[in-house]
């Protein structure tokens, strides 16, 4: 390996270390890609964060990515969360707007016709126990092939009174 390109790695692999330790709250953020940017009913995405501190308040978002392509305004997702001990509560229905009903124009931050949302979907959270705590999403629409839907994924993040 020549210096040019060792050093090259080097100052590289420092900046991603730097966009990655920029966020001090972030526990846990991971997304799943759908083969040929459709969800099919019968994928159930699951999502493995560690809780430690059982004391701290969490707030947990849904990540979606999609295309222009997609046909609908919103989307509905049931969310399993199951802990340490087995199911924590019931399977929750949240529903995310990914365009505004009214105007059509694309929520969240995109170029072209891809965009990216982060939806608050469970606020100020408390996990009674440390351990692993698993998430699963399923797509709850009236359409078994949800085209246009590229990813997505979950991020929990300690809660921050008044912030993100």
Request: aromatic share 12%; with cysteine.
């Amino acid at each position: 390996m020549n210096q040019r390109f060792a050093f090259r790695l080097a100052v590289g692999l420092g900046f991603v270390g730097l966009l990655t330790a920029c966020d001090p709250n972030r526990v846990f953020e991971q997304n799943t890609d759908f083969p040929k940017y459709s969800w099919d009913v019968q994928q159930k995405p699951a999502f493995t964060f560690a809780i430690t501190d059982t004391t701290a308040r969490y707030d947990v978002y849904f990540n979606v990515r999609y295309a222009s392509a997609y046909g609908y305004y919103n989307l509905y997702l049931q969310a399993s969360l199951n802990g340490p001990a087995g199911p924590v509560g019931r399977p929750m229905l949240h529903q995310l707007l990914l365009l505004d009903p009214k105007t059509g124009e694309p929520k969240g931050k995109g170029t072209g016709d891809i965009y990216d949302l982060q939806a608050l979907a469970m606020p100020n959270q408390r996990f009674a126990k440390p351990g692993n705590y698993t998430l699963t999403l399923e797509q709850y629409m009236r359409q078994d092939q949800l085209p246009g839907l590229m990813a997505v994924g979950v991020r929990v993040a300690k809660h921050v009174a008044g912030g993100k």
